[in-house]
């Protein structure tokens, strides 16, 4: 691709550089994606699960397209609603999209802003509580990408002690003796991030220090 973004990646349009015509037709084609997050944001509140199931997918989607999309979706506020139904739904499918998407708005740059993000960092916490695979992969990588952040954002990565099992760190260190090699090694790189807080280089909690103890076995 010639060093160019790749264009699922979270770009605005001006970061391809491409011509004024080109340019024109790319943000055309993304009206009609822009104007489907208010009706996908609505269907998250539908009385039936397959149709949340399919808007949080869809949202999912959207906010992979650029960095502006991204941004566009979090104003809607989704976050909140996604969260709503990680606490409510049973049913694994939903979990695993409601995972694959919050890890999606967290990712990119340049980061969100820490406003946007609380509402992920309970929610990401709070799948880290299931068992399965799939979402616990989905939601390490939410948390890694808020581990490589807004530094208001890795402290309360650190300190929002709401979390089940603690908080996130203690779970993440338990999940470093996961069977699943994937999850093993987000979870590490989560790890060393929380670990480089401070500037000092030592840990501001004791749950950074936990991590930094595992990280140095």
Do not use: W
Not at 39 to 48: A, E, I, P, V
Not at 101 to 124: D, V
Not at 174 to 203: M, P, Q, W, Y
């Amino acid at each position: 691709n010639n060093g160019k973004p790749m264009l699922n990646g979270l770009m605005t349009v001006a970061d391809y550089k491409l011509s004024p015509s080109t340019s024109l037709l790319l943000v055309r084609k993304l009206e009609p994606v822009r104007e489907s997050i208010p009706k996908l944001c609505k269907r998250l509140s539908s009385s039936h699960e397959y149709v949340r199931e399919e808007a949080v997918a869809g949202l999912g989607h959207v906010a992979k397209i650029s960095a502006a999309e991204r941004d566009e979706v979090l104003e809607n506020k989704v976050l909140e609603k996604i969260a709503a139904m990680c606490a409510k739904e049973a049913k694994l499918l939903t979990l695993q999209s409601c995972a694959r998407t919050i890890a999606t708005l967290c990712n990119g740059k340049p980061s969100p802003s820490y406003a946007h993000m609380k509402p992920a960092i309970q929610s990401l916490g709070n799948l880290l509580c299931f068992s399965d695979a799939e979402v616990l992969l989905h939601s390490t990588k939410g948390i890694l990408c808020l581990s490589d952040g807004l530094e208001e954002t890795v402290a309360s990565l650190i300190n929002d002690e709401k979390i089940a099992y603690g908080g996130i760190c203690p779970r993440l260190v338990e999940l470093v003796a996961h069977e699943n090699e994937f999850i093993v090694e987000t979870v590490l790189r989560c790890l060393f991030n929380i670990s480089l807080t401070d500037k000092d280089g030592e840990a501001k909690t004791a749950n950074g220090v936990e991590g930094r103890k595992v990280l140095a076995r």
